[in-house]
């Protein structure tokens, strides 16, 4: 059953106000979706990560990956993987291996169709028959907003919520207290700063989340300064989590092995796919790091991917429920994946068909077509 065809879509879609990190405030989100097809007729959809420019992802696998995956037999995707990543520059890491990662989650969802099971059954899951979702995220926004967030989350039934903070610490000091006051001792709580803090700030602010009893504190400093988490670790008194900027295994093992976090949030849409993902999430469990995948800004596969990678880690923490809607993740298949509105106690069940265990309505993709 050898891939006979590569289809990319490069999407576009607006989405909701109040979606704003301390980074920047987003209005639309950008993925790519690529769609394989085997001579019997299986069709598989993976995603890329493909935050700006989406176009540019698919020339790169037009030009450079279509040539490896066009005859390919989909059982064989470690080799094809390592093929992948060999005509690359031989370090892990940007666009190169977000495209990648792609055209791996469009093979496993084919195996998956092939055999007629869901993807965390063929891996063996943890036994979990649902999955315990946190509400991401109340936005680096005006008080007005992130107070009608916050009850929002609770109105949906979420037992845990992320916020957004930024500088100046003071003021975010005052936002994690203000989300406390709103939400009450009994909602687990967790802080995202999106990588734009220095490291006293980062030092100083997460005692303040402390006394909150807020349970993490996600990438409060730039990702790729292994010694300054390694120092945060020694001197922050709550849990540190990180990873969703990673890439590959090998690209996240110093971090790891440091123990400086408590956490590790790969996206499966940027770190190499369910292939490498996967490697991450048994070298998180081999150092006792818990795992909660990265979602964020994604579209409907990248839920669906993670939601059985986390069916089958026996380190699993919480799923990342996004709060506001999105087309590119609520529209683009014929049911909703992983959305708020299926949440039932905090819970998000597991997806049942075979594969990925979504189907994409190629007609709702059109509008959102860049062309």
């Known amino acids: 059953m050898p891939i006979t065809d590569l289809k990319c879509y490069p999407l576009r879609a607006p989405i909701a106000e109040g979606q704003a990190t301390s980074q920047e405030a987003w209005t639309q989100v950008t993925i790519l979706l690529v769609r ?8 598989g959809w993976g995603e890329a990560y493909a935050r700006y420019s989406p176009q540019v992802y698919q020339e790169l696998i037009e030009q450079l990956i279509r040539p490896i995956v066009i005859g390919a037999d989909p059982f064989a995707v470690e080799a094809i993987w390592e093929r992948m990543f060999r005509i690359f520059t031989g370090r892990s890491g940007g666009v190169l291996l977000e495209a990648l990662s792609a055209i791996d989650i469009a093979l496993w969802d084919i195996i998956g169709k092939s055999v007629g099971q869901p993807l965390y059954k063929i891996f063996g899951h943890n036994g979990l028959e649902r999955l315990d979702a946190y509400g991401a995220a109340i936005g680096w926004t005006d008080d007005a907003t992130a107070k009608m967030q916050a009850e929002q989350c609770l109105e949906w039934g ?9 500088p100046p610490i003071d003021k975010a000091a005052k936002r994690a207290a203000f989300i406390r006051d709103i939400v009450g001792p009994d909602i687990r709580l967790m802080a995202d700063s999106n990588r734009m ?11 303040k989340l402390a006394d909150l009893d807020y349970a993490w504190f996600e ?39 440091s123990r ?14 369910i292939t490498e993902t996967r490697k991450i999430v048994a070298l998180s469990r081999a150092y006792h790091i818990g795992y909660a995948p990265h979602v964020g800004f994604s579209g409907a596969i990248c839920a669906a991917a993670s939601l059985h ?24 298949t014929t049911k909703p994946v992983a959305s ?9 069940a597991l997806p049942e068909g075979p594969g990925l265990g979504v189907e994409i309505d190629e007609n709702a993709l059109e509008q959102f077509l860049i062309r």
């Not at 008194?237 to 590959?248: K, L």
């Not at 400086?260 to 796919?273: H, L």
């Open 36 to 43: 394989l097809e085997t001579d019997d007729g299986i069709v």
């Open 197 to 207: 803090l220095k490291l006293d700030d980062a030092v100083a602010l997460s005692k």
């Open 219 to 257: 990438e409060p400093i730039a990702v790729d300064d292994v010694e300054g988490y390694r120092i945060l670790a020694q001197k922050c008194p709550i849990r540190i989590a990180a990873g969703e900027s990673e890439y590959t295994s090998t690209g996240i093992a110093p971090l790891l092995a």
């Open 260 to 273: 400086s976090i408590g956490t590790v949030q790969p996206d499966v849409t940027r770190a190499g796919g």
């Open 309 to 332: 990678l986390a069916a089958t880690a026996t380190n699993f923490d919480a799923y990342e429920c996004m709060i506001f809607a999105s087309p590119l993740r609520d529209t683009i």
């Open 158 to 166: 979420f037992r845990q919520i992320k916020v957004r903070l930024g």
């Open 340 to 348: 708020r509105e299926s949440l039932v106690d905090g819970y998000l």
